[in-house]
């Protein structure tokens, strides 16, 4: 029998590949520990030198109340829907707003018949003055004449005839007096008929036969009555957003390095994204809303910032958005006048 060799002589075996697979694992470990680091160091210090803000898309915002106690009675749009300005979005009916109207009709109706009666007048005064006048003259020559011939005429024709012509005097006077009293009452008349005939127009435009219409574009909101609706004065019937739309973000306190208006950042939300330009940097700060919290740092608060969106974007309203787009101040996504190089604006900020 051969006699086995020992141990201590025995050659080792290779197991082909055993120390590159010890390499690989090795680099693997490195890769995981650099990774975690890159993520703690991101995490502690990382909104010092990348922008990363949170904000949410803004709209202006409209809200269409009632403008007097009404009935709702017909509703002709759905939330959500994209409405043009002008646009009847409700009708409702307001048995105190007609029975308004109808007073003023009323009224305007009355007045109206009262600056009639007065022309009338006026110009039944006009036609029987030239008569009353040319009256009164031949009583008071037949007066005269009366009192030439004494001796011949009878007592009771001059009697007579000063009676006729007391009458005609009397008659042309109140003619007279007639005519300046319609004369000042006329010019008073039309303005009050005028300022019926406004008020009534005015009421009526207001009424506008019950509709209620959009006083912009844009887009209806959640809040959207229902046909049987009971509202008083005041009481909101629509949200409506308009069709200008912008991001309010919150910079971090942390963010070392600074930015300025015109510089263009990317915008993200979900799976939308699109570039956007800092319209202005507002001298606030704010709590970032709860939704914003981070559950292992205290209550932040950051600075406000606007953001221009493009006209076209498919971003809804309120929705959570986050900016980035900037490295140590660089913002590689301004345009040529904008755009700066990363060591000028390092060299710029430790330098100052």
């Known amino acids: 029998m051969k006699r086995l060799r020992s141990k201590a002589n025995s050659k080792p075996v290779n197991l082909g590949g055993d120390w590159r697979s010890g390499q690989w694992t090795r680099r693997i470990y490195l890769a995981i520990l650099a990774a975690i680091g890159l993520v703690a160091l991101n ?11 949170d904000g949410m898309v803004v709209r202006d915002r409209y809200e269409v109340a009632a403008t007097f106690p009404a009935k709702v009675s017909s509703v002709y749009v759905q939330q959500g829907d994209i409405v043009r300005e002008g646009q009847v979005l409700a009708k409702l009916e307001s048995a105190e707003i007609l029975k308004d109207i109808a007073q003023l009709s009323v009224q305007f109706a009355d007045v109206s018949t009262r600056d009639a009666q007065l022309e009338i007048r006026a110009a039944t005064t006009q036609a029987l003055m030239p008569l009353a006048a040319r009256h009164a003259e031949e009583s008071a020559n037949a007066v005269k004449r009366y009192d030439t011939m004494k001796a011949l005429i009878p007592t009771n024709r001059k009697d007579e005839a000063l009676g006729s012509e007391y009458l005609t005097a009397e008659r042309l006077a109140g003619l007279q007096n ?24 005015q009421l009526d435009a207001f009424y506008d036969g019950g509709n209620i219409k959009a006083p912009v574009e844009g887009v209806l909101g959640s809040k959207v009555p229902v046909p049987g609706q009971v509202v008083k ?26 930015i300025e208006v015109g510089d263009k950042v990317q915008v993200t939300g979900g799976r939308t994204s699109t570039i956007g330009e800092i319209s202005a940097i507002l001298p606030v700060t704010e709590a970032l809303p709860p939704e914003f919290q981070n559950t292992f740092r205290p209550r932040d608060r950051g600075q406000l910032v606007r953001i221009e969106l493009p006209a076209q974007n498919n971003f809804a309203i309120a929705q959570k958005i986050d900016v980035s787009g900037c490295i140590a101040g660089w913002c590689w996504a301004s345009d040529g006048e904008k755009q700066q190089s990363l060591f000028s604006r390092l060299w710029s900020t430790f330098s100052s």
Do not use: C, N, W
């Open 43 to 53: 995490y502690f210090v990382g909104d010092a030198v990348i922008l990363h803000a």
């Open 178 to 201: 007639e005519s300046r009293i319609i004369t000042q009452q006329l010019p008073l008349i039309a303005a009050a008929q005028e300022r019926a005939k406004t008020a009534l127009s």
């Open 233 to 258: 004065f005041g009481d909101a019937l629509f949200d409506l957003y308009g069709t200008h739309a912008e991001v309010l973000a919150y910079l971090p306190d942390m963010y070392l390095f600074p």
